[in-house]
């Protein structure tokens, strides 16, 4: 899923707003039919959430740009076709100097690392990215001088909204799995489903699941309204990412000694919502941000 959101969202977003008919034909709609795979280059070893920390540098020449600068933790980046970067043109502006840029994969002085062994999300190939003297036309800048930030806050919301469905998608993994061991586990005479202490612990899933669905139906309908919402986006994803956690760690006490297996599901549920916690935002940032919204 979370492959998916980044070649059908973040990583092809700018380029259908701002690429050239040429670069549509080449790469946007090729992308769409997954005859190439794109991805979305933000962080980097020193600016993670300090976006106003961006190094990777895109000077300005007649021909275009050449870009020098390292990203990390880039989903896809091992095996995307073109990637969407965040780069700094002007460091003296700061956040007013981003732009993102488009810079396909055969672009000389581009590499990537070996892809990152991982705790969760295994499947999911991510690496850093290396690009020096990366030299692009002007017309694979995306967007407006110094508008990189306004464009990223223009998709923040569906970025953490869509973070917000994928923990709803582990919440209900992992309740799943948990009722059904339940009602197949016996101790002492019975399914381990009879005990309170194990409905004690579906009963909390079930309701942090449906809390998490209502807080992102509301987020996702006022994105369809067109509304403004990154309030409540921020809100659904910092709710429905600690309930995922929370559900990873109750179906691997439900379970018990199987859930320290990598034979059952459990543990895979344990890992995978790990990652949650930190796309779209750090829930550091977030309830700050929460906190701020709510009145402090």
């Given at each position: 899923a979370a492959i998916t959101a980044m070649q059908c969202f973040m990583g092809t977003n700018f380029l259908f707003h701002y690429g050239?008919?040429?670069?549509?034909?080449k790469y946007f709609l090729p992308a769409m039919r997954g005859?190439?795979?794109?991805?979305?280059?933000?962080?980097?070893?020193?600016a993670g959430s300090d976006l106003g920390n961006v190094s990777t540098l895109a000077t300005k020449t007649e021909d275009g740009f050449v870009i020098n600068g390292m990203k990390t933790w880039v989903t896809n980046g091992p095996v995307a076709d073109f990637y969407t970067v965040l780069c700094q043109t002007d460091p003296a502006k700061k956040l007013r100097g981003l732009n993102f840029f488009f810079?396909?994969?055969?672009?000389?002085?581009f590499s990537h690392s070996k892809p990152f062994d991982l705790l969760g999300t295994r499947t999911s190939k991510i690496s850093e990215i290396s690009f020096n003297n990366c030299k692009i036309p002007h017309e694979y800048r995306l967007g407006g001088e110094g508008q990189g930030l306004n464009n990223l806050l223009s998709i923040l919301a569906e970025i953490r909204t869509m973070t917000a469905a994928l923990a709803i998608g582990l919440q209900r993994a992992a309740l799943d799995d948990s009722i059904r061991y339940a009602h197949e586990r016996a101790q002492f005479g019975r399914t381990i489903s009879k005990y309170q202490l194990i409905q004690a612990k579906i009963a909390n899933m079930a309701t942090n699941l449906e809390a998490s669905?209502?807080?992102?139906?509301?987020?996702?309908?006022?994105?369809?309204?067109?509304?403004?919402?990154l309030k409540e986006a921020s809100i659904a994803k910092y709710f429905a990412t600690e309930a995922a956690c929370s559900a990873g760690d109750e179906v691997t006490r439900i379970f018990g000694a199987y859930g320290y297996s990598m034979e059952y599901?459990?543990?895979?549920?344990?890992?995978?919502?790990?990652?949650?916690?930190?796309?779209?935002?750090?829930?550091?940032?977030?309830?700050?941000?929460?906190a701020r919204w709510a009145g402090l």
């Open positions: 050239t008919e040429e670069m549509h034909e005859e190439k795979i794109s991805c979305f280059c933000l962080t980097e070893p020193e810079i396909p994969r055969d672009t000389p002085g669905k209502l807080l992102t139906y509301r987020a996702t309908r006022m994105i369809d309204e067109n509304l403004s919402c599901s459990a543990q895979r549920y344990y890992r995978d919502n790990r990652f949650l916690l930190y796309g779209g935002g750090t829930h550091e940032i977030l309830q700050t941000n929460i």
